[in-house]
DNA sequence: TGATCCCGCCAACGT
DNA sequence: ACGTTGGCGGGATCA
């Protein structure tokens, strides 16, 4: 249908290339009616001219109406639905016409960007050459060029087109968003957002109470340098082509703005992510500590052009998350769920499930050696605006290297094999695993040294450092005992011959990976699984999932995203999706170093899920189990089992923890973050415990008396609580605020210790028992102590409460409010009220 | 106002 | 030298 709106005239036009001056040439008769050819630009002066009809006629009806028509449904045909209108309006009157006038909306990147997509099929059949032609499509829809690379890059990103040429694409459609997503979703995992993200919610949540600046700062710090990825673009293995001459950078923050903000969404439980707190990530890479706001301000820019384009694909929508700091633009994401179902590895290349349109397919041979091509020298380098950044990095990855014993092997060198290769990855695991978990057990003790070092990767150390030796046996048997199973474990880095640059990669095969999300599966458990661990997902969870869940989220979510994915064209089956594209890879030449620190933080994640965690809290985390149910196999179900263990009520005292169980437990340490943790005052039971004192006095100095060992315990009961909740002014934590000051105290006080640090670093310890302080801690019973809940369970289930409620799996059964349970137990959690409304 | 984000300058790149 | 890409941020709109 667009098609035949397509103006005849395209060539003349070829608009705007540059600014302005083009619009004149309009020729107003050009437009038989299709596509008038520029539109835009009218000089005021003249409005009605030939030119400002078009203007009119486009920008024609009321164009919120119709902005709104179209939006909701494609629109598609928009066009001529405008041009129809025009006619309705010419007898505009002055006034009208300014009304008439285009207005922004219709302007907007999102309708423009509907209107691209309604050109191409979602699902295009491989014998359609679907080739783009960016000019052409500029004219026709009337635009610049500028605002089709807007769109452009972002459907690239996700490998819905590729571009073969100059001026050209190649049209996939969503075929290979299955596997486009999974890969994001790895990465993100893998550069840990999760905890990136509550870490930066901590922050924030501190800076309210301006708690301690310090240590703030501190963890902007460990937060910044906290490697995670460069940028680099995330590619399909089936999916490079880029014809060699043509694709040269491969960094263009655009593109890789996009896949990151897509991460975002993939590691998040509650899939709803702010803006603020996307460009913060984003930012954050190089360094959080420049708060530029400029740099913020051109970043929030820059992610609405990305929000409208994923809008448009239906992958995300707006959202405002209500806090008590007050409504904050979010996204929430609405597309398909990502089932990282890491094994099918073996398939061949995408070939099957979607050949590329265009002859691109190529073999695997081809396009290494085409990856070679690029990959060459300066050219990278050219663009790669900071070098500081560089030397960082190599920084980076030296330490990375000198702290990580052992380098994931690196399994087969050679390029091509690729395809070999993966079926072999899989077997090569657990080999890698092994090695992992004794480069591991040195790792520990050298990241005890090291904890000072960025948080990221205390946390990472951590894990492993962790005596719990107890693990083993629980563990699955593959697993390595030292290991975590569950953080670690989950990735094991495989290299991967990269036949692009001759990189290797690492690939996670993660096996948990791929029991963990059976679709939309509530995926507590499973999502962290990978990277970020149990608790980086709890953790965030919990401020979303506050009200977010119960409120709106559960409404939305469910029902929405059944529809929405029948929305969606109907989807071919594709998905087949099995292909071995788990590779991803990194184009870049110069992410070699990077590749390196990924390996290592690969590495060293397990630690950080591993965490230990001593005495006893546990939170309970049963769902896991449930939510591996089928397809499990792996460790993950191994994992999975352990997680459901569960609880301990930590009132009750410690219940001896199994490793697996502390895993779960562990996470959410980390992220404490938001911690309103609020005593309620008037909490009902309170619990037996509460001491008034604390929590009346609330003053810090209280706090502070605290034994370390309470503090710990505090902290760690933070991390259980669901680190959204914000508190809001809650009289507790103002006075004290429990979590980020205590952080503080700890350090005063008496024992520091590396847990401590952990902490304050962003992981939370508990603290061991056996070996510390809690024994030690006379305070234990203090206040807080007994403000934990009694029933961790319900915590924990709060926290884990998938927005779309019957997801939740574990989540008790519909309370609807966590509040109340917890009110139980002496600890009052606020819930933050979260509330997503949409526009 | 603050949230959005269009517009288009102009630099980096490619040819 | 010229065309293509696309980073970037002013400032107009919208809500």
């Keep these: 249908s667009s098609e035949s709106c397509r103006s005849v005239l395209k060539t003349p036009l070829k608009q705007a290339a540059t600014s302005h001056g083009v619009l004149a040439e309009l020729q107003p008769d050009c437009q038989p009616l299709t596509t008038p050819p520029k539109p835009t630009e009218t000089l005021p002066a003249d409005p009605w001219t030939p030119t400002s009809n078009l203007k009119m006629l486009i920008s024609a009806a009321s164009p919120e109406i119709r902005s709104r028509e179209q939006r909701r449904e494609l629109s598609d045909h928009t066009r001529e639905g405008l041009q129809a209108r025009h006619c309705v309006q010419e007898h505009l009157s002055g006034d009208e016409y300014e009304k008439s006038q285009p207005s922004r909306k219709e302007k907007s990147l999102g309708l423009l960007c509907h209107k691209f997509l309604a050109r191409y099929p979602d699902y295009p059949s491989t014998a359609e050459n679907n080739y783009i032609c960016l000019d052409e499509v500029a004219e026709e829809l009337n635009v610049e060029r500028r605002r089709i690379y807007d769109i452009v890059n972002v459907l690239e990103s996700l490998h819905m087109v590729s571009r073969l040429a100059k001026n050209r694409y190649a049209w996939h459609g969503r075929h290979n968003l299955p596997k486009t997503l999974q890969a994001l979703k790895k990465v993100g995992e893998k550069n840990k957002y999760t905890q990136q993200i509550q870490m930066i919610k901590k922050r ?34 089936g999916m490079e082509f880029r014809a060699a001459s043509v694709n040269s950078r491969k960094d263009k923050s655009l593109r890789v703005m996009s896949q990151k903000f897509v991460m975002l969404f993939l590691v998040s439980t509650p899939q709803i992510v702010s803006l603020e707190i996307a460009a913060k990530i984003l930012i954050g890479e190089e360094q959080l500590e420049d708060l530029d706001k400029s740099k913020f301000k051109t970043k929030i820019r820059r992610l609405y052009d990305i929000a409208n384009v994923l809008s448009s694909l239906e992958l995300i929508k707006k959202v405002h998350v209500t806090e008590e700091r007050g409504r904050k633009p979010a996204f929430k994401w609405t597309g398909p769920e990502v089932s990282p179902n890491t094994q099918d590895t073996k398939l061949e290349r995408t070939s099957t499930t979607c050949p590329p349109p265009i002859s691109e397919s190529i073999p695997s041979k081809e396009q290494c050696s085409k990856n070679l091509f690029p990959s060459r020298g300066k050219q990278n380098f050219t663009r790669h605006p900071s ?28 390029t091509d094999q690729n395809l070999s290769a993966f079926p072999r990855k899989t077997a090569q695991v657990p080999a890698i695993a092994k090695h992992q978990l004794e480069g591991q057990s040195k790792k520990e003790k050298e990241m005890k040294v090291k904890l000072s070092r960025s948080a990221l990767e205390c946390h990472q150390s951590l894990p492993a450092a962790v005596p719990t030796p107890e693990a083993p046996g629980s563990a699955a048997p593959s697993q390595p005992p030292g290991v975590c199973p569950p953080g670690h474990s989950p990735v094991s880095p495989v290299m991967l011959p990269h036949p692009h640059c001759g990189v290797s990669y690492a690939i996670y095969l993660h096996p948990s990976q791929a029991p963990t999300l059976t679709t939309y599966s509530p995926s507590f458990m499973l999502q962290p699984l990978p990277g970020a661990n149990v608790a980086g997902m709890k953790s965030i969870n919990p401020k979303l999932l506050g009200r977010v869940t119960a409120e709106e989220g559960d409404s939305q979510l469910a029902p929405e995203d059944p529809t929405k994915s029948l929305t969606a064209k109907e989807r071919s089956p594709v998905k087949a999706t099995t292909s071995s594209q788990r590779c991803l890879k990194r184009s870049q030449p110069l992410q070699e170093n990077n590749l390196i620190k990924r390996y290592r933080s690969e590495e060293e994640i397990p630690d950080t899920s591993l965490t230990f965690f001593p005495s006893g809290y546990l939170i309970p985390l049963t769902q896991c189990a449930h939510g591996s149910k089928a397809g499990v196999p792996k460790e993950k179900a191994g994992l999975c089992s352990l997680h459901h263990t569960t609880y301990s009520s930590p009132v009750a005292g410690v219940i001896p923890v199994t490793a697996p169980e502390l895993k779960a437990v562990n996470i959410p340490a980390f992220q404490i973050t938001p911690l309103n943790i609020m005593l309620s005052p008037p909490p009902i039971a309170a619990a037996p415990l509460l001491s008034s004192s604390c929590l009346n006095s609330g003053n810090t100095s209280s706090a502070r008396n605290l034994s370390s060992s309470v503090l710990n315990f505090t902290l760690q009961h933070i991390g259980l609580i669901p680190a959204g909740v914000q508190v809001p002014a809650s009289p507790f934590l103002q006075h004290t605020p429990l979590s980020s000051q205590a952080a503080n105290v700890n350090h005063s006080s008496e024992n520091m210790n590396l847990q401590e640090e952990k902490a304050s670093k962003n992981i939370l310890q508990l603290p061991d028992r056996a070996g510390i302080p809690l024994q030690q801690g006379d305070h234990f019973l203090s206040p807080l102590q007994l403000s934990v809940p009694k029933e961790p369970q319900t915590v924990t289930e709060n926290f884990f409460r998938t927005p779309g409620g019957p997801n939740t799996v574990s989540s008790a059964p519909a309370d609807s409010d966590g509040t109340d349970r917890i009110s139980q137990g002496t600890l009052y959690i606020p819930q933050r009220k979260l509330e997503v409304s949409e526009d």
């Excluded at 500081?388 to 380098?407: G, M, N």
């Design 204 to 237: 924030e949540y501190e800076q309210e109470f301006d708690l301690d600046g310090d240590r703030n700062e501190e963890v902007a710090r460990s937060f910044g340098s906290n490697k995670h990825s460069e940028m680099s673009f995330v590619e399909l293995p």
């Design 387 to 414: 070098l500081i950044k560089l030397v960082k990095s190599i920084e980076d990855d030296r330490r990375k290297v000198q702290s990580a014993p052992t380098s994931p092997v690196k399994i087969s060198a050679s």
